[in-house]
């Protein structure tokens, strides 16, 4: 049956056309998953990433302990399960990218398909550059001595702290008086402390942060009276022996090797101060690459195998790692910090945005690598089941990995002598600093340092598959022709992406890289997934939505009841959590900071700029669109034409139902559901089947509000 498309733009034409062979070319078809668990794990592991173990333990920690696990399972529910549904639902439907999907559904919306390019685009450079840093850990831990175990290297500096080194100073008190640890030493030479004493300032001066009567809150200067405790009310004086190096003055070994050592980290952006790529890096951002490449080669068929360990290997570690962690001194310190709940900041808004915030990104939606790979499913592939079992593994991965993390903090915390609030970090933080830390403390820690790397390399690997096939999807989609040329399509994106991330590799590349994370990321994803929303519910209509999963898995009981419960979510709850989410952070938005330093004004506007454009794309390219059918139509002055114009403009594309079509004419359609030819040349049309009486055509029309067009 061929199809007559009145719907559809010029390009998409050509497109199907060629598909049917128009030039004499065959197209390759897109090809589907080989197993449907090939789907569901490379689903798992698109979701469950870096974020999970460094990400959400923090969180945890920061807003309320036990309490924040009642807005982040609130915001799953909300949230989080009903735009992965949706997601999931309208890639099997239409096999197709977040590219080209949105102009099939509503052409009016195609910027949503360019919105999800290029912030994927950007999400794709650095989250690779993260995989490149585990690898670059990965190599350094094949060794005896793992090199940030001490302060004894090149790179380190006199405010270098190492773990086992202040440990066994602290044995060697139980034998020799007097001893402290201060200037990478453990000493008790007078002519030691006379030099301590003669810089006081320089060892115990430090700042701290004070809230004022006005509730502001300043920094101060204050003098550390203890190895924990800086007091603003001091002086030198109160200062008369020397003791261990501060808290606030302790820079870890591990951290220094980090800072000094992998990243050789600049002091600012400032393009003075950026520098030039570093090879070590460089090498290791290529490495990290070409295992992309060689993963993603024949598509969804190699990346399909690939994750049977990329997704499962991290859990293996994990319960390795929590069965170590919790049988380690001060572990229950440590989850005592992570679970017992502040219920009073159940009543801080500030509680419930960061949890709407984890459950949109931990879920990976509206970043469009959910549709991609639903997109490759058979047409009656179960996705509400996988999105249950994706969802709900998500969540309990990221509350099981807080266990391990929490008890690894407490035994740090405990070996140092200090707070837990102390070692508590997030992101690179945590995995770049506090863990290699702790595997010193372990034996063998080489084997606990490459179990570690190994993890998170896997971890982000998962979900940068789905980054870079998304992409590769989008352009495929875009031009059918190039299937036949995959392997070109995806050396030419690995290549594009190792060149456009050499910046990265530079000193400065640490801030670039937290600067494109802030805006490509955030801002962006919101948006997208409160349009989709917005579209599904409002353009595309609720209810159609409801029978295209119905269509595909025959859960009829979703026509009941159910239907209006999940009608609650997606018509207003959701779009209203994401947009209030949205509104918020755009009115407490400060300049980025990381740590005490400020961007510059000019890397905040290029931060603004890439959100703004991933943004704007979509009204952008609505008002270009309705203006392309308003001039091709002559230009009607009335507003019923004008009507008109936008109602085909936000209605499906007759191809918009070809895999439902295709799936139906081979008999994998179970539900209540047929096609037929309108008699109006507008092509197939869906309906409800009759409940039909004996002898009566199983075809015969319910009513005509229940037509549907292709």
Not at 46 to 57: D, H, I, M, S, T
Not at 246 to 265: A, C, F, I, N, T
Not at 269 to 298: M, N, Q, R, T, Y
């Amino acid at each position: 049956m061929k199809f007559v498309n009145n719907n559809e733009d010029k390009e998409e034409k050509k497109r199907r056309e060629a598909g049917d062979g128009g030039d004499g070319e065959d197209v390759p078809e897109r090809g589907n998953w080989t197993g449907k668990l090939d789907f569901l794990l490379s689903c798992l592991g698109y979701a469950v990433g870096l974020g999970n173990v460094w990400r959400f333990p923090y969180l945890c920690f920061k807003n309320g302990g036990g309490a924040f696990l009642v807005p982040y399972f609130f915001m799953l529910l909300c949230i989080g399960i009903p735009c992965f549904l949706l997601e999931l639902s309208i890639g099997q439907y239409s096999a197709r990218g977040p590219v080209t999907v949105y102009g099939q559904m509503s052409p009016m919306f195609k910027g949503l398909g360019i919105a999800n390019m290029v912030a994927n685009a950007f999400v794709g450079l650095y989250y690779n550059m993260i995989i490149a840093w585990t690898i670059y850990y990965l190599f350094a831990s094949f060794t005896s001595h793992l090199p940030w175990q001490d302060c004894t290297n090149n790179f380190n500096d006199e405010n270098c702290f190492s773990i086992i080194e202040y440990t066994k100073c602290l044995e060697q008190r139980n034998t020799t008086s007097d001893l402290i640890y201060i200037d990478r030493q453990c000493s008790n030479d007078p002519e030691f402390f006379n030099s301590i004493m003669a810089r006081k300032d320089y060892w115990y001066k430090h700042e701290k942060e004070i809230e004022l009567e006005n509730k502001t809150k300043t920094k101060v200067d204050c003098y550390y009276i203890n190895t924990t405790f800086c007091n603003e009310n001091a002086t030198q004086a109160d200062i008369v022996k020397p003791f261990d190096l501060p808290v606030g003055k302790r820079d870890s070994s591990s951290s220094q090797y980090l800072k000094k050592e992998v990243l050789k980290e600049a002091k600012s952006i400032e393009p003075s101060d950026f520098g030039s790529p570093d090879w070590k890096l460089a090498l290791c951002l290529l490495a990290a690459w070409l295992v992309i490449f060689l993963c993603l080669v024949k598509g969804i068929k190699s990346s399909g195998k690939v994750v049977y360990f990329t997704a499962t290997f991290p859990y293996l570690v994990l319960v390795v790692l929590l069965i170590k962690a919790v049988t380690l001194p001060g572990a229950s310190d440590g989850i005592y910090f992570y679970l017992v709940p502040d219920l009073n900041r159940l009543g801080d808004i500030e509680v419930w945005v960061a949890a709407a915030g984890q459950i949109f990104f931990s879920l990976s939606v509206a970043g469009g690598g959910l549709i991609t790979l639903a997109s490759y499913n058979t047409f009656n592939n179960n996705i509400l089941r996988d999105t249950l079992i994706v969802c709900v593994g998500n969540c309990m991965t990221s509350f099981v990995a807080g266990f391990a993390i929490f008890s690894v903090l407490g035994f740090m915390a405990s070996e140092i002598g200090v707070n837990i609030q102390d070692v508590a970090t997030s992101g690179t933080g945590l995995a770049f600093v506090a863990y290699p830390d702790l595997v010193t403390r372990l034996t063998p820690a080489p084997l606990w340092a490459i179990l570690f790397f190994l993890m998170l390399f896997t971890l982000g690997l998962d979900s940068q598959f789905a980054i870079v096939e998304n992409m590769l999807t989008g352009v495929l989609d875009y031009e059918p022709k190039l299937r036949s040329k995959k392997l070109y399509v995806v050396a030419c994106i690995c290549v594009s992406g190792f060149l456009c991330g050499l910046p990265l590799t530079c000193p400065g590349g640490g801030f670039l890289l937290d600067l494109l994370d802030n805006y490509a990321a955030v801002w962006p994803y919101l948006f997208i997934g409160f349009t989709e929303l917005v579209l599904v519910s409002y353009v595309y209509g609720y209810n159609t939505f409801i029978d295209d999963i119905v269509e595909m898995t025959n859960a009829k009981w979703l026509n009941g009841g159910v239907k209006y419960f999940f009608g609650v979510f997606y018509c207003f709850i959701s779009p209203l959590l994401i947009i209030i989410i949205l509104l918020i952070s755009w009115a407490q938005y400060e300049p980025f900071k990381k740590g005490d330093y400020t961007y510059p004004g000019w890397a905040n506007g290029i931060g603004w700029f890439i959100a703004m454009f991933c943004i704007l794309s979509v009204p952008f390219v609505m008002i270009a669109y309705v203006f392309y059918k308003w001039f091709s139509n002559g230009r009607p002055s009335s507003s019923s034409d004008i009507m008109d114009i936008l109602d085909e403009s936000s209605k499906p594309t007759e191809n918009w139902r070809s895999n439902a079509f295709k799936s139906y004419e081979q008999g994998e359609t179970k539900a209540d559901f047929v096609y037929e030819e309108s008699g109006d040349g507008r092509g197939p049309v869906r309906r409800r089947a009759h409940e039909m009486a004996a002898g009566m055509d199983n075809k015969a029309w319910r009513k005509s509000s229940e037509l549907t067009s292709l």
